[in-house]
T-cell receptor
Framework: SQQGEEDPQALSIQEGENATMNCSYKTSINNLQWYRQNSGRGLVHLILIRSNEREKHSGRLRVTLDTSKKSSSLLITASRAADTASYFCATVSNFGNEKLTFGTGTRLTIIP | DAGITQSPRHKVTETGTPVTLRCHQTENHRYMYWYRQDPGHGLRLIHYSYGVKDTDKGEVSDGYSVSRSKTEDFLLTLESATSSQTSVYFC?????????????FGPGTRLTVT
């Protein structure tokens, strides 16, 4: 079963606007990661946030983590057409294994 | 794509035939993974390897087997392909959680079972 569930499933915004995607998960985690997938391509790692961190930034990306609510959000600021892609959250559990469990993804479309 | 290749990139096969997909890495990473991606399901882990000859099952391992005889190669075999195994298959690699934990993905193999 999926650990992470993204919300919304699809999002369309105008270029230049900010995009926010949310991820909820079920079990205790070691870290949570966000990935991007362009159509027909493999996934690309964007950012990793550990369970003892609350916020992390990377360029135009901002990730927050609330372990009490078992949720995370990914904010992309000043969106560009090139940000059009699917975005997935993935979690690593606290139980010592190396496996990622992926959510079902958010399809983001940036309208020029 | 972080030194990961998958072969073949596309394959059409008939139900009941065996199929082997290959993942090759040049990064010397310890961990290798096979996922399948289907609409509405995201990525689901089939099998993974934590070293040469060391493998374990993932979430959807039924009907699949794997082998890793060298650090750089991880093979996924469908012993007798079924239409439900039509999917896009991704290989991924990683070092370890202690070193970051991010995974690097190959370009994918689109498999169609008719």
């Amino acid at each position: 079963s999926q650990q992470g569930e993204e919300d919304p499933q699809a999002l369309s915004i105008q270029e230049g606007e900010n995009a926010t995607m949310n991820c909820s998960y079920k079990t205790s985690i070691n870290n949570l990661q966000w990935y991007r997938q362009n159509s027909g391509r493999g996934l690309v790692h964007l950012i990793l946030i550990r369970s003892n961190e609350r916020e992390k930034h990377s360029g135009r990306l901002r990730v927050t983590l609330d372990t009490s609510k078992k949720s995370s959000s990914l904010l992309i600021t000043a969106s560009r057409a090139a940000d059009t892609a699917s975005y997935f959250c993935a979690t690593v559990s606290n139980f010592g294994n190396e496996k990622l469990t992926f959510g079902t993804g958010t399809r983001l479309t940036i309208i020029p | 794509d972080a030194g990961i290749t998958q072969s073949p990139r596309h394959k059409v096969t008939e139900t009941g035939t065996p199929v082997t997909l290959r993942c090759h890495q040049t990064e010397n990473h310890r961990y290798m993974y096979w996922y399948r991606q289907d609409p509405g399901h995201g990525l689901r882990l089939i099998h993974y390897s934590y070293g040469v000859k060391d493998t374990d099952k993932g979430e959807v391992s039924d009907g699949y087997s794997v082998s890793r005889s060298k650090t750089e190669d991880f093979l996924l075999t469908l012993e007798s392909a079924t239409s439900s195994q039509t999917s896009v298959y991704f290989c991924a690699i990683s070092e370890s959680q202690a070193k970051g934990g991010e995974q690097y993905f190959g370009p994918g193999t689109r498999l169609t079972v008719t």
